[in-house]
């Protein structure tokens, strides 16, 4: 079936950097995706997301791009810091479905 | 709001025990979700609930597996006769109204399975 799939598993970056996490899906009928962050010991959270009709969507330190065309998400972090560490799952609805379906994720490390 | 309630945190069992995992949604919320997550596979949806009714059970491993809602804001995941393979760490999430397309997860914090 299609699935959701990162391009890095890991990511280290040093504090203060920019870190672009990306997510390739290949379910072109999705039309709802978000960005999750899960740090160790919890469950993941909520960071951001985006509808299909959008191309990029701002949060405070965090954006969110969206292509369609070559069916690509991207989670920008300005000014990485060590708090940021943890690993980012993107997820995606596909229309008329509610259940998300998950990528692997892949781990932020900050270095301070 | 004290968010999704999960317990117990952690659970060491043996084989061939039965293992109750339990969840409290988030007050007024009306859709539950079981998943679980290994390094192997990630994160796995088990079990989907709608208004207290299963909607989609299709993750279910097998029918070692069962999963309930004796009420609109608990749940319970259990595991007869459990093994070793069930070594997971098992979420809960619940979603406001599980009938939009564009609602976001809640999770707990889940429940590390051990069995040995």
């Known amino acids: 079936g299609e699935s959701v799939g990162l391009h890095l598993p890991t990511l280290s970056v040093q504090e203060g950097d920019n870190s672009i996490i990306n997510c390739a899906y290949s379910?072109?009928?999705?039309?709802?995706f978000i960005w999750y962050k899960q740090e160790s010991g919890k469950g993941p959270q909520f960071i951001i997301d985006?509808?299909?009709?959008?191309d990029k969507r701002q949060g405070q330190r965090v954006t969110v791009l969206l292509n369609k065309t070559v069916k690509h998400l991207s989670l920008q972090i300005a000014a990485t810091q060590p708090g940021d560490s943890a690993v980012y799952f993107c997820?995606?609805?596909?229309?008329?479905?509610?259940?998300?379906?998950f990528g692997r994720g892949t781990s932020l490390i900050v270095h301070p | 709001d004290a968010g999704v309630i999960q317990s117990p945190r952690h659970e060491v069992t043996e084989m061939g025990q039965e293992v109750t995992l339990r969840c409290k949604l988030i007050?007024?919320?009306?859709?539950l979700f079981w998943y679980r997550q290994t390094m192997m596979r990630g994160l796995e949806l088990l079990i989907y609930?709608?208004?207290?009714?299963?909607?989609?059970d299709s993750g279910m491993p097998e029918d070692r597996f069962s999963a309930k809602m004796p009420n609109a804001s608990f749940s319970t995941l259990k595991i007869q006769p459990s093994e070793p393979r069930d070594s997971a760490v098992y979420f809960c999430?619940?979603?406001?109204?599980?009938?939009?397309?564009?609602?976001?997860?809640?999770f707990g914090s889940g429940t590390q399975l051990s069995v040995l």
């Open positions: 997820a995606e609805n596909t229309g008329g479905s509610y259940i998300p379906t």
């Open positions: 379910n072109s009928a999705s039309d709802y």
């Open positions: 985006i509808r299909s009709n959008m």
């Open positions: 007050s007024g919320h009306n859709s």
């Open positions: 609930f709608n208004n207290n009714v299963p909607i989609d």
């Open positions: 999430a619940s979603s406001p109204t599980g009938q939009g397309t564009n609602e976001k997860l809640f």
